[in-house]
């Protein structure tokens, strides 16, 4: 069994799975966890797999299908939800008043925001619970979360938007930003596969430095750029009229925006 006694997974795509991949690698017995995915695609070998959810109540359920489809299957859910279960919800955006609408039996709620990178417990966990930071259920969420890399409250619900933006959909900005360096290399001339291994391993080793660094990224970046040097001229170009950081802002806010939607797209179709 594990800390958060019996498992069960409201879906099991590329987040949900990538969480319990983690979870399984990191000691998590498989016979404490149902998956329940309409496809009925096993997942892991010990996971029991349904397509719609069969008798009895976990003890944590982890909403992981799309905000989406929250109207369609929180009816199927809520059943099987009671006093002593806690429901922990991935879904971008969906808020915890929406959450409480549509599962009003459940013991305690908790917004969880994972990243991909959970899947090698390098990742990043945003939490937020209905109960406050004291809430009994927290310490069983943190304790579920901690293998899977950062794990930090969040301090106001408010703020879970740009959470999302950040964290949840940053690693899909950083991958593209890999793919820009190995382009903009191969561009100058570099054969292709060279210039994205070469991309790819820069970034890794630089963001190993910096997490390793006392040094914040800022100063690591002035250590690269000698006075008058070529790395000034590049990053001359990145900070022109604050470019980058005016990019990456306006990418964050496009983000947090379309969470707001969603937000909103969920608390219509559960009013
Ligand atoms: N992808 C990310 O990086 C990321 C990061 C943070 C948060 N999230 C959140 O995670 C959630 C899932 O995203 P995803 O990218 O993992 O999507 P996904 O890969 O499409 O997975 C969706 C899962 O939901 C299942 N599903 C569909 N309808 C269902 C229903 N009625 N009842 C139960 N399960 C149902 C699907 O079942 P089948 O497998 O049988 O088709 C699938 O397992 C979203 O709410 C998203 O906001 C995603």
């Known amino acids: 069994m594990s800390a958060a006694g019996r498992l069960w997974l409201a879906g099991c795509g590329t987040m949900a799975g990538a969480m319990l991949r983690r979870w399984l690698s990191s000691g998590l017995d498989p016979a404490a966890v149902t998956v329940v995915r309409p496809s009925g695609r096993p997942v892991a070998p010990g ?98 979360m901690a293998p899977l890399g950062l794990v930090e409250w969040i301090a106001d619900e ?58 914040p990224p800022a100063a690591l970046a002035e250590q690269v750029a000698s006075p008058g040097g070529s790395t000034r001229a590049g990053l001359a170009v990145l900070d022109e009229a604050g470019a980058l950081a005016r990019l990456v802002e306006a990418t964050l806010a496009a983000a947090t925006r379309r969470n707001a939607e969603m937000a909103q797209a969920a608390r219509d179709a559960t009013a």
């Open 47 to 144: 996971v029991a797999v349904h397509a719609a959810p069969p008798a009895g109540t976990p003890d944590l359920l982890l909403l992981g299908f799309k905000p989406q489809k929250l109207a369609e299957a929180a009816p199927r859910f809520a059943p099987h939800v009671g006093p002593d279960t806690i429901l922990v919800s991935i879904l971008a955006g969906v808020e915890l008043a929406t959450l409480r609408r549509a599962f009003p039996a459940a013991g305690a709620i908790v917004r969880a925001m994972p990243n991909t990178p959970v899947a090698i417990g390098e990742g990043v966990v945003g939490l937020f619970g209905e109960g406050g930071p004291e809430a009994p259920a927290n310490a069983t969420v943190a304790a579920l």
């Open 158 to 215: 408010a703020l879970f938007d740009v959470v999302t933006a950040l964290a949840g959909s940053g690693p899909a900005f950083l991958f593209r930003f890999i793919d820009a360096l190995g382009a903009g290399g191969a561009a100058l001339g570099l054969a292709p596969d060279q210039a994205a291994r070469f991309a790819l391993a820069t970034v890794q080793g630089a963001a190993q430095l910096a997490a390793r660094a006392e040094a």
